[in-house]
């Protein structure tokens, strides 16, 4: 990984570079590289103000600890060297900030730069571990000035162990998954015992600390101690295979070298990970527009697949726009590789479709904040759509529509006939039922007749397929009769009155419980069509559908979330200051009472009140000024309030922390913790 990308930034506001940036001082938080062995073994990261925020509050899931035994596809994000947009940690303003949504495809993510210990940015951390996908950091030492670097790293056995050993802790305390190991110097050959040893015994501490780890070595030094890419595993580069999970192939290899891999790794073919440079340097295949090429040949050798750099979409500006770019781009993957991962497995499953980014953000329904925004952490369960027209019907996330929660919702617009419908697929599921039975639930917004159901899959005990489309409410007779040709089974849905949202708001909550005693839910699929009569007349009318889809649920009709009240909670404010003008910088901390180590909730909503001076004798204290306002998102016990303007005639200012469950249930704000402080008198 040779190639050299724009500068990391140091750490500023709003993206400038901040060269004084000083990681003990209370400020906005950010995700940082470490720079030098002095930091990684004085373990001074530990000590910033910025480490407890930068913590993955997103486990891997149980179901995701062991590798499947296929072949993988790595993504490895070399995005502009890294730390842009997503190095904010409770998020930015940009809604053009890059991000990945096709988690489906991938079973493995790296989070790269060119800095000496890349930490992930805890939002990648969140996202991917809900999609089932692991992250690793990156550990380089490259170019001349690397040399004295792994002397230093190398000098002896102990040092080895030493920095192995902060490395892993680093993955253990901020909750990823391991490590890529890049060292790409010419080291000379009595080094390499101490490189093996510096391998193994990262590779032990994490699979000791980290069930479902990994290490993964990059193809670059020899057992030579020679830097001579080999692009292929052999024996040049074995040992170091064999010491931990896995190795990162050079780009630079023919048609023949996954085959030729796959021999040598034996048992182990799917832990050899052939590099493909999106960029195209020197890569087989192309890269670009053409990575399916490099793909198709590696499906074909049996061995895995890492994907470096697919940020070039991004970087290059693609035509005609990123968003369709990234969905072409990714659709190559797909027709290549096909789904690796599939959701829901586990309930309750909820899903907002948000991508992590958008121009306003709701709640149940309800638009509680008009400013652009961006926060990877945010992102829901990604559909499996593939996005784009298909027959007379467009398919997307649009993230400048309406949302019913976060900031974005499936659209599906054009023109349909009165008598057809059009499907598509939202999920690949692998969800095995029991005797009770489920209840699905999902937002919608119509337009004229335009309707939207769900088709469901299922596989039987015995391996049947069966299928059930749950048609909305207020299907009209004939409609049904002309779905019921078309479908095997059809269950009419009601309109939920849980969390039912304003009838203004224009968004309609469908929902119905079904039994499938032992089946197992293999898709979910989205039907679209019009609620018109099937007459002669009407049959071959084509007339604008529209339908849109905020959120889906799916539980069991007894589930319900519990939120511990406020008085379960302590909350504490630190480093509080008042700046000029009254603007307001605090750290706001909370926790239970009685002290669990690990919170219920993994997503809060921070809330803050400024509330009036009792200025007339008939008016009320503490009458609300200018209302609540959404301030932003936790997804630790921890929010840092920044410069918030605080007007003239304040005397308090009360911040809510509102706790939501994984199926996107939210604690009343009445019953919330809170946090209360004076403005001081000027």
Not at 297 to 313: D, F, H, M, N, R
Not at 339 to 368: C, E, M, T, W
Request: aromatic share 12%; hydrophobic share 35%; net charge negative.
């Amino acid at each position: 990984m040779s190639h050299p990308q724009t500068p990391t930034p140091e750490a500023g506001h709003g993206g400038e570079a901040a060269v004084d940036f000083d990681p003990l001082v209370p400020s906005a938080p950010i995700s940082y590289p470490i720079k030098t062995l002095e930091d990684l073994a004085s373990r001074t990261f530990f000590d910033s103000f910025h480490y407890p925020f930068n913590v993955s509050s997103a486990p891997l899931s149980s179901s995701s600890e062991r590798l499947p035994d296929r072949a993988r596809v790595l993504v490895c994000h070399d995005m502009q060297g890294g730390y842009k947009d997503d190095r904010w940690v409770q998020g930015g303003d940009n809604p053009a900030a890059f991000g990945i949504w096709h988690w489906y495809l991938i079973d493995i993510f790296v989070y790269f730069s060119h800095d000496l210990v890349t930490l992930p940015p805890p939002c990648w951390s969140n996202t991917a571990h809900r999609h089932g996908v692991r992250v690793l950091g990156t550990f380089i030492i490259e170019w001349d000035e690397g040399i004295p670097i792994c002397r230093k790293l190398l000098a002896t056995k102990d040092s080895s162990r030493l920095y192995a050993e902060r490395l892993s802790e680093l993955a253990v305390s901020l909750g990823f998954d391991g490590w890529l190991l890049n060292i790409e110097v010419k080291l000379g050959k009595e080094l390499v015992p101490n490189l093996l040893e510096f391998i193994s015994h990262l590779t032990e501490k994490m699979h000791s600390s980290v069930p479902g780890s990994l290490v993964i070595w990059y193809d670059s030094v020899t057992v030579d101690g020679d830097l001579t890419y080999q692009n292929q595993l052999n024996e040049s580069n074995k040992p170091f295979f064999e010491k931990c999970d896995g190795i990162f192939t050079n780009y630079n290899w023919k048609e023949n070298y996954p085959k030729m891999s796959a021999a040598v790794a034996g048992d182990r073919k799917y832990d050899v990970y052939m590099g493909i440079d999106v960029f195209g340097r020197n890569t087989y295949g192309g890269g670009e527009w053409k990575t399916n090429v490099a793909l198709d040949v590696l499906k074909e050798g049996s061995v895995s697949a890492a994907i470096y750099a697919p940020g070039w979409v991004y970087e290059k500006d693609q035509p005609p726009d990123f968003e369709t770019a990234q969905n072409r781009w990714w659709g190559l993957v797909e027709d290549s590789w096909g789904a690796v991962q599939s959701y829901p497995k586990a309930l309750p499953f909820y899903s907002n479709f948000d991508q992590g980014r958008g121009y306003h953000f709701s709640v149940h329904g309800n638009q509680i904040s008009s400013d652009p925004w961006n926060n990877i952490s945010r992102q829901g369960l990604q559909p499996f759509v593939k996005f784009g027209q298909f027959d007379t019907i467009d398919v997307l996330v649009n993230f400048k529509g309406e949302s019913y929660s976060g900031g974005g919702n499936i659209t599906f617009r054009g023109t349909l006939s009165s008598s057809a419908y059009f499907t598509t697929r939202l999920f690949n599921a692998g969800l095995q039922l029991g005797s009770s039975p489920i209840r699905f639930s999902y937002s919608v917004k119509l337009g004229g007749s335009s309707k939207i159901g769900l088709h469901l899959e299922f596989s039987s005990p015995e391996n049947e397929l069966n299928t059930i489309l749950l048609a909305p409410s207020s299907t009209a007779s004939n409609t049904l009769s002309r779905l019921l040709g078309k479908f095997p089974k059809v269950a009419i849905s009601h309109r939920s009155s849980d969390l039912e949202p304003a009838p203004e708001s224009g968004w309609i909550i469908e929902e119905n419980s079904i039994a499938v005693d032992g089946s197992t839910l293999t898709g979910i699929h989205a039907v679209c069509y019009h609620d018109k009569p099937d007459d002669d007349e009407l049959v071959q009318t084509e007339s604008e559908f529209y339908a849109v889809m905020g959120h889906i649920l799916i539980d069991t009709p007894e589930h319900h979330s519990n939120f511990l009240p406020a008085s379960s909670w302590v909350v504490e404010g630190y480093h509080v200051k008042w700046g000029s003008a009254n603007s307001l910088s605090v750290k706001i901390v909370w926790k239970l009472k009685e002290g669990e180590a690990s919170l219920p909730y993994h997503k809060y909503n921070v809330y803050v009140e400024k509330m009036a001076n009792k200025s007339e004798p008939d008016s009320l204290v503490g009458r609300l000024r200018d209302g609540l306002e959404f301030i932003g998102t936790a997804h630790v016990a921890a929010f840092y309030v920044s410069e918030l303007a605080v007007p003239t005639g304040i005397s308090t200012v009360r911040f809510i922390i509102q706790a939501w469950g994984d199926d996107g249930a939210s604690q009343e704000l009445g019953d919330s913790p809170f946090l209360v402080l004076k403005v001081p008198i000027q």
